[in-house]
């Protein structure tokens, strides 16, 4: 397990195919649970400075990739069995669903260089730089799956709700909080009542998944249009000139 000094990545002069030395597949797999519990995912390049706080020094977070290559420069670093237990489930886990994908020929290019990096004994940084990033896929993927199956659970339950063009406060159910990243936006699907979905467009806040995911929080909006979901044929309210009261 990281401590805390051990996530300051360092200059590295090994190329896309550079091999790591005495390094397997689990072991990369390890600083990648290791550093998305600490810091979530933070895509290569995109790398930040936090001075929010003038009475401390800056907060300087790197990309996961980049913390992942400088874990092999440091001899200190060591996993225990329990980490590799979860490392080795997670790989299990991620090729077994790649193998029934594969069957049905199904592949898109991302999970082929999956595929290929997980089963290639030999570590270099391209797959650092792909292992890096698939404990936030696969925790993504678990999100998905538990909102569609509360779509689906809500499909024949939900109903319209208020007036169009009428404005309410109303408490609701964070459900789901998906950045649009073409329009720079998020879409926020919420439940209301336990069982009528409600959503609204958000681009006030960039960190609003941060703030909202999984809570129950207030909302001022206006109805503005009721429609069938294309997804899952359920009844949607769209709300808009949304402000958040309460969170």
Sequence with gaps: MFDNDLIIPVESKMTRKTPFPYSTVSDVMCAAIAVHNKQGFVRSGQGYTDNSNPDIDPIETFD???????????????FTQEQYDEANALIDNINGKLMLKKMTNNLNNFEQNVAKVLNDPDINK????????LPHSVSIDKKREKVEDKMSALKHSSQYFGEKKKRYDIS???????YIQTSDIYMITTIYAKKDIIKFWWRDQPDISDIISDRTIKIRGTVNK??????????????????ILEV
Excluded: C, G, P, W
Aim: proline share 0%.
């Design 64 to 78: 996961n990739k980049t913390v992942i290559m400088a874990q092999y420069l440091d001899t200190r670093v060591k």
């Design 126 to 133: 391209f797959a650092v730089s792909i292992i890096a990033s």
């Design 172 to 178: 609701v159910e964070v459900l789901d909080v998906k």
């Design 226 to 243: 009721h429609e069938l979901s294309k997804y899952s044929n359920a009844k949607e309210t769209m709300l808009n000139r949304v402000k």
